[in-house]
């Protein structure tokens, strides 16, 4: 089971990153959790200087911007492989 | 009915405000800025400046890149808080993450180039320089009020700010943002080559001059006011503005699954709209006069060239993201702007021009102060406050209080203040925002006393002389409590 979370306060891009996600995750039909991380003390533990940010596994795959489906289902992948 | 006909008045006089500026300001200049602001943010890799903000980065490098990510990295709060948060908590520490904050707001893209073509050149450079140097004080005088605590919290790392790679920018997104600046600048910049006309046809469309007549009875205005009345070409691009809007809605919302027909036709309809702008129209009995300006002819030059870097040079990640974030934008502002715009429009007849002349019509230390404790109470969104600025200049405000109120208003938004709360806490907040309201001041009657004729010699000496004081103050206090550091240590060693 994979842990993706979306960090981000809140704004329209966090919004948008957490459809993709989501979407990506029904899509692939992956069993994984998403989880939203809106602190900003916990959204700073990892070490991103701009949200949105993608981690996956604890593993941060993208930040500052909104991937598209199509990179989010190849980081998937890549973590599904890994496990 | 004299409620019922003072309402219609009001409402026509919101109405009225919002039409001229959608209008006369929104297309030549703030269309180009988001979408500038949209390509800076997709396109500007931000490693590329946060690199220089780490812990260990030298005093004048941290705080000249700390105003440089203000000005280019943060359109919005999406990256304004958390990059704010990273330079505090693990890179050069509290005085270049105030400057970043405080530059920000008042040197980004939008708000820059709406000063400047709302109210005037002027008063957009001296926002930005003010700015700059007021940011880099407050910086400094921050950082040294809290220096113990700035020094004692998390010593940890700055792996994060030096690690960093050194991606630079590909040379055509340089390029690309390069034209999107020429682009705005030949639309709104005031030179001979690019008003005057260079060829003319008329267009047989009988009726337009009754349609022009039509638009003033519609929307009637007094110059002496300084009020602006809607044109036949106004109202040719308020039509335009607003299928825009409608086709943007279908063509970038869901542009992250790939581009539909109506991403193209969005994009069709805002270099058509940014032409039709770009020509002089003259509505005469006969018919339609068009004059094909130099402002065209840079305009449609620029268009296409940006239309070929996109398509041919750019890679499709970053023509999306630079779509999607440009369209982010205008979400996220452009609304807020509408209805701000309205607002100041139907307030803009209840407050009477004696009222603003008493209190601020003079650049006195009282008139500028009445600006700042405005712009600190006030909380407008983005943007909002240069409307408002130049209802209150048409209202016979002074320029030195009205400098004075455009600094503060956006520095010291209540969002503003929270965010710098919960991450650095409420005593340097505070202690932030009476920096902020002081310097305000100072830059309005500075800038005031220039508008009234003062000689920019004597300026710059106030100016110079205000920097030495500040700096002789901050450096006898650094060498004092670094003796005390001294003596403490050597006491403890003992």
């Known amino acids: 089971m994979l842990t993706i979370k979306i960090l981000g306060s809140g704004c329209a891009n966090c919004k948008r990153l957490e459809q993709i996600a989501s979407k990506v995750v029904s899509d692939l039909a992956v069993e994984a959790e998403v989880i939203k991380v809106t602190d900003y003390n916990d959204i700073m533990s990892y070490n991103i200087l701009s949200t949105p940010g993608l981690v996956i596994d604890e593993k941060v795959v993208s930040s500052g911007r909104v991937p598209s489906p199509a990179e989010v289902t190849t980081w998937i992948a890549n973590a599904l492989v890994a496990h | 009915m004299e409620i019922y006909s003072s309402i219609i008045g009001l409402l026509q006089g919101g109405l009225g405000n919002l039409a001229a500026y959608l209008a006369a300001h929104v297309l030549l200049c703030l269309v180009p800025a988001f979408y500038i602001a949209g390509a800076m943010t997709a396109l500007i890799p931000k490693e590329s400046v946060t690199r220089f903000l780490g812990r260990n980065a030298p005093k004048y490098v941290s705080y000249s890149a700390a105003a440089l990510a203000g000005s280019v990295l943060a359109v919005c709060s999406c990256t304004i808080v958390p990059l704010f948060a990273g330079i505090y908590k693990k890179g050069a520490g509290l005085g270049p993450a105030i400057t970043f904050l405080f530059f920000a707001p008042a040197a980004n893209i939008l708000a820059l180039v709406y000063t400047g073509s709302v109210i005037g050149p002027d008063l957009a450079f001296a926002r930005l320089f003010l700015s700059l140097a007021f940011?880099?004080?407050?910086g400094l005088i921050m950082a040294l009020i809290f220096r113990r605590s700035d020094i004692a919290h998390d010593?940890?790392?700055d792996a994060m700010f030096s690690a960093q790679s050194q991606r630079g920018m590909s040379r055509a997104s340089l390029a690309f943002l390069l034209i999107l600046v020429a682009l705005l600048l030949a639309g709104t910049l005031k030179v001979g080559l690019l008003i005057n006309s260079y060829g003319q046809v008329t267009l047989p469309i009988p009726g337009m001059e009754r349609f022009q007549e039509f638009l003033y009875q519609l929307v009637p205005y007094d110059p002496a006011k300084g009020e602006e009345g809607v044109t036949a070409q106004g109202a040719i691009l308020i039509g335009l503005l607003v299928l825009i809007g409608f086709s943007s809605w279908k063509g970038m919302e869901h542009i992250h699954e790939g581009f539909n027909r109506w991403t193209w036709i969005a994009l069709g309809l805002v270099c058509l709209t940014l032409l039709t702008a770009s020509l002089g129209m003259q509505p005469h009995a006969g018919g339609l006069d068009i004059r094909f300006t130099g402002k065209f002819f840079g305009v449609f030059l620029a268009l296409w060239l940006l239309a070929w870097l996109l398509f041919k040079k750019l890679t499709e990640d970053q023509r999306r993201d630079f779509l999607w974030e440009s369209w982010r934008f205008v979400k996220q502002i452009f609304p807020l702007l509408v209805v701000g715009v309205f607002t100041v429009g139907v307030i803009r007849m209840l407050i009477r021009p004696e009222w603003i002349e008493a209190l601020a019509g003079e650049n006195t230390l009282l008139g500028n102060l009445a600006g700042v404790i405005f712009?600190?109470?006030?909380?407008?969104?983005?943007l909002v406050e240069v409307p408002i600025a130049k209802m209150f200049?048409?209202?016979?405000?002074?320029?030195?209080?009205?400098?004075?109120?455009?600094m503060a208003d956006p520095e010291l938004s209540l969002q503003s203040i929270l965010i710098t709360a919960t991450i650095i806490g409420r005593l340097k907040a505070w202690v932030y925002v009476f920096w902020v309201a002081l310097f305000s001041t100072l830059a309005g009657l500075i800038y005031g006393s220039w508008v009234d004729g003062t000689s920019i010699g004597i300026v710059a000496l106030y100016l110079i002389a205000f920097l030495a004081v500040l700096s002789l103050t901050l450096y006898l206090v650094n060498k004092r409590s670094s003796q005390k550091a001294t003596f403490h240590?050597?006491?403890?060693?003992?």
Request: hydrophobic share 45%.
């Open chain 2, 135 to 138: 940011g880099i004080g407050i």
């Open chain 2, 155 to 157: 010593k940890a790392t």
């Open chain 2, 375 to 382: 712009g600190v109470f006030m909380y407008f969104p983005t």
């Open chain 2, 393 to 406: 200049l048409s209202l016979g405000m002074h320029r030195g209080p009205l400098l004075a109120y455009l």
């Open chain 2, 489 to 494: 240590s050597t006491a403890s060693t003992d």
